[in-house]
Structure formats: structure tokens, C-alpha cells
């Protein structure tokens, strides 16, 4: 059975690992990236990661047909380069993938770090059995990737899937990206944080107070606890993410009409204290004559998602009568 | 050259023609479609115009390959059934592509007619040469069509496109089906004009209350011409129908980042008066960062889309090679 290698190249650490045909985990291996070094030392730790990982898997699975990498945007994925992301100081149109392909010696395929994540759930995890999945990753920022039919809808422009800058308030809170109103300004683990700081500074009481005196920050995990405590102004925010997060479901049911809504990222780790007001909100605001409504799930790859996605995209290409089973 | 026919049928009309594997429209046919006299007679009509269509193709083109057939919905797609469509009394649970397969004596295909006539300006029209493309038909309800990366995008409950129930404006103005802040609320025909009538009948002062008292009705024609008069009540409803359908554009980029975004259905007459609104709304509302914007258009084919498109989807599939063209 053919297998491939995947990597998800992280600001702070590279995660790769090598898939069979279904998807099936065969090895895995986290490293530090040290970013900090520059792309040339980070494409050798990639490149080393890859040998070790193909010594790993030795003789009994046979080598690995492709490597596949998710990275972080601005990139371009056909002419495999990556632009310019701002968590990898000094790259700037590094031909990635012919870089890897001259180290590894191998087959290599470049995705955004969005869509293979998403893919990654779609073939492996809250995606797997449906053909039509769309995924949220709550963190920093709200990324996006969307399977339609069983493709990854890219795009003209390779933008697609940015979820995260859906407008759910017109006019709305100014979001990093100059527009108002996005769902990422109020739903991002950061923009949670935020508002509850920003609150306070108004001069509203919260239990977050103290934690943010205590600890010189707080945390989208902080609002949640908060919010189970009873705490009006986590309880208010939190309850706002929620409340976004569901109309941003209601649109992409209307749009995509996905089988599963799957929300990954750190915020995700909040389980039910996510799941249950976002269903909540969501069955209040869609309609109510068609039962057309998509599963909210957890994601449930956490980390590996990334990689394994990467390394099942980079299989589909070299192999792409075996993809068609996805 | 392989040919299809396609058949729109509408609640007041059966429009229909035939096309060949360019699209190029071979032969077209209006008839009443006479839905007060149900679901036999309008079927017996559909069958008897594919006959007069095969006649007059005659030898030249050969005899068509199949039919496609966009029609209203509630409908059953896959089953070839249609459900219960709210312009076409007495019908429920019509086998519709059994009989006209029956009565015609060739393959048949269905489809909703937004997906039809979505595909047949994506084939034909104002999205040709595209691989991404979306479609608004803005009447007396807002209907959509996805096209992503050269097919239509049903999604997993075949629901897929229905983009007049994205919400614009949570919270918002009730729509009919059952949501609030839907686009539709603000941006079908119907509504545009219903807000007027609302405002006048609040006590608002407008040119169109003139209208609605010598015509008896108000209709978005008549919002659009009191706007472009410098009416302060029309100007407000069709400049929040243009920020709203602006906003619905923008989410679109970000989900299926299209080529194109197209205008169709009654509305879209107004043209200019409503492109370069949107257009406005649109630049102002969408990230200044990245340049992937759609090309907003109006569509091209007009009442020809629907049976265009179904005549496509028709031919492609009993010539799969060739619907890779598109």
C-alpha cells in the first residue's frame, strides 16, 4: 500500500509523520522549527524530519510516494513558494517545495496550512464519511477550509475558506484585516480575550480582573472558566463568540451545505462550554422548514490534522485514482 | 456535434431550446404553461414542445442526446421528483423525469432551476471562461447558484446555494422563511418595494406613495427611478438593498472566492443603478490587504439561463468527456 510523508510547518515547531492510502497513522515526529535560524536551516530540519521519517517506516511500508507540506500564508501553492507568513521571520519567495524535493528526494506538494488541517479532519477525523465539510480553527485567528463534494474549494484566487473574515455584523468591531464586523473580531481565542480586557478598562467589574493583574494577561480559557462562573462580562463576550459563531454556521449551511461544521484550534479545546451555546444559538436563528442543518462537531485530530492532511493531499496527487475513495 | 434540450419550467411559462456541446443555442421555444390545468397537461406541454424542438432540429443537428429540466422546488433531484412547488398547484411528488423520459422518449435530467440557470450563464453567459462563479437572482425572492472550480456545488443535502438566507444583519427584518436579517429581507424585489410601502404607511413622505395610490402597487422599479429622482425614502431602502448585497458579496469571496459574482432576475434590469452601488459598498466593505475581488456582473442570458443550463447539465452527463470542457 502506498504511503506519504506529511509536515506542518509551524512558527514554533514542525509536525510531520507518514499516512497509508487510508489515512491510517504509520509514524509521527514533532521538532522544534527555530524560526529564528532562517529558512535555511529550517528547510534542512524539514528535510532531515523527512530521511528519519522514511528510515522509520524502513523496508515494511516501502517509501514513502510524496511528501506533502501545509505552511503558513502568503504563499503560492502551484509555483510551490512560499510569500511571505509572518510567523517565519526572513522568508520572503523561498521556492520551498523544489527545496524539499532536492533534500528529500522526493515528490513535493505545498498547501496552505488552513486547508490542510481542514482536509486532515475531512479524511482522517470529524470530516471522515461525509463529502461536504467545513472546518473553523479558532486561535489567534479564525481560519477556514471547505470541502465541497470532496475537493477542497480553493478558490479563483486560492482564498477560499477564510471563514474567518465572514462580516456577521455590518459595521461591526475592526478586525486585524481592515474590515468591520468580521467573524475573527469577535470569535478569535485573542478577540475573547480582548474584549473582556477591553471591558475592564471601561470600567467593568469581572473576576478576570484579578487574573489579568495576577498574570499580566488573560486567555480565551480564562473568558470560559470566567463565563461558567458566573462572570457578567465573560458570560457576555463569550456568549457574543457564540452567538457570531452561529450565524457564521447559518451562512455556511445556506452556502456550502455541508454535512459537518468541525471547529479545531485552541478555543475548540472548550468542548461543550463551546459546542452547546453555539448549537444553541444555531437552531434559534436558522430556519425552520427545510432540516437541512449540519452537525457542529470538535475536531479530532488536534495537532495532527495539519500534517495529515498534507500527507494525504500529497498521496491524492501521486496517486490520484486512490484520492477518488475520499 | 452532440445537442441537448433544455426546459425551464416555470409557473407561468415553459421556456425551452436546444444547444449544442459549445452551448450555442441551436433552437428556442416559449409556451404557456397553463399550471392552473395540473401536473398531466403541463407535462404533456413539456413533452410536446421536445417533440416540435426534435422536428425542427431535424437531421442537420441529429436527434438530441437528452433533456435537462430545471424546475422549482421543492424537488428531489437525484429521484427526478418534484415535490411541492409553491407556483405549481396540484403538484405533489410528481415523478416528473420517469414521464417526460416517457413521453419524450429520451434521457432526462433534473435540476432547481436557480442551479440550472446559475449554470447556464456559467456555461454561456456572464460567468463563461470562468471556473468560479456565483450567482444571485434577485426577484421576488433571492435565489442562488454556486459554481466552484467547474461544478455546481449542491452540497450534502442538496441545498447547496441559497444564498438570499445568508444572514446580513443579525437580528435583522423577518424574512419569509421564518430567519431574520436574511439578505432576501432586503434585497429581493418584492422586499425592496414592501419597505417603501412600509415607510409611507408610517408616516413617511415619498414620491412613490403617488404611485402606489394611482397604480395600486409598488413594484422595485418604481424604488429605483424614485431613488435616482432623489427620493429620500427610496434612496435609503434600494441603498440598504445595495450595502447588504454588497455584504453578501463579500462573504462570498471569502467562502468560494469566485472569478465572478453575477446579478440576475428582475432586479437586475436597474443595471448601472445597482452594479456601481454594490460595487461601492463592496470596495469599502471588503479587506484592503489581499487582491482577490470578484468581478460583480450582470447576467447576460436572461429568461435564456434556466433551460440554457439545464440543456448543459443535460449533455453533460450523458457526455461526461465533454462537460469537461466547462
Known amino acids: 500500500m502506498p504511503c506519504a510523508i506529511g509536515i506542518d510547518l509551524g512558527g514554533t515547531r514542525i509536525k510531520a509523520g507518514a499516512i497509508d492510502g487510508e489515512a491510517r497513522v504509520l509514524v509521527r515526529r514533532t521538532v522544534a522549527t527555530e524560526a529564528d535560524q532562517g529558512p535555511d536551516e529550517v528547510i534542512q530540519r524539514m528535510c532531515a524530519v523527512s530521511r528519519e521519517l522514511c528510515d522509520e517506516l ?6 514513502p510516494a510524496a511528501i506533502g507540506i501545509g505552511a503558513p500564508g502568503a504563499l503560492n501553492r502551484r509555483a510551490g513558494v512560499i510569500i511571505s507568513p509572518p510567523n517565519l521571520p ?5 521556492p520551498l517545495v523544489e527545496r524539499v524535493q532536492q533534500g528529500a528526494g522526493l515528490p513535493v506538494i505545498l498547501e496552505n496550512d488552513a486547508n490542510a488541517a481542514a482536509w486532515g ?9 461525509t463529502h461536504d465539510a467545513v472546518m473553523l ?3 489567534t485567528g479564525v481560519g477556514g477550509g471547505v470541502i465541497s463534494d470532496g475537493k477542497l474549494c480553493r478558490g479563483h484566487f486560492e482564498t477560499g475558506g477564510e471563514i474567518g473574515h465572514m462580516i ?3 459595521e461591526g468591531r475592526l478586525c486585524n484585516c481592515g474590515q468591520s ?3 475573527e473580531a469577535y470569535a478569535s481565542a485573542s478577540n475573547v480575550a480582548r474584549r473582556v480586557v477591553e471591558a475592564i478598562r471601561a470600567g467593568e ?9 495576577k498574570n499580566g494577561a488573560l486567555e480565551a480559557h480564562d473568558v470560559v472558566a470566567a463565563a461558567a462562573a458566573g462572570d457578567a462580562v465573560a458570560h457576555r463576550v463569550w456568549g457574543d463568540a457564540c452567538r457570531y459563531l452561529a450565524v457564521a454556521c447559518v451562512n455556511i449551511q445556506h452556502m456550502i451545505n455541508p454535512a459537518v461544521i468541525i471547529f479545531a484550534g485552541g478555543m475548540s479545546a472548550a468542548g461543550d462550554q463551546l459546542l452547546a ?5 444555531f437552531e434559534r436563528l436558522t430556519w425552520p422548514g427545510i432540516d437541512d442543518r449540519p452537525e457542529l462537531r470538535i475536531a479530532r485530530l488536534g495537532n495532527d490534522a495539519g500534517w495529515i492532511g498534507a500527507a494525504s493531499l500529497a498521496l491524492a496527487t501521486v496517486t490520484p485514482t486512490r484520492a477518488r475513495q475520499f
Open 90 to 94: 526572513g522568508w520572503r519567495n523561498v
Open 277 to 281: 451555546p453555539v448549537r444553541e444559538h
Open 121 to 129: 479532519e475531512y479524511v482522517a477525523g470529524a470530516g471522515h464519511h
Open 168 to 170: 456577521v455584523q455590518p
Open 181 to 183: 464586523g468580521c467573524l
Open 137 to 139: 480553527t479558532l486561535g
Open 205 to 213: 467589574r469581572s473576576i478576570c480582573d484579578e487574573w489579568l493583574r
Open 58 to 63: 524502513g523496508g515494511a511500508a516501502g517509501l
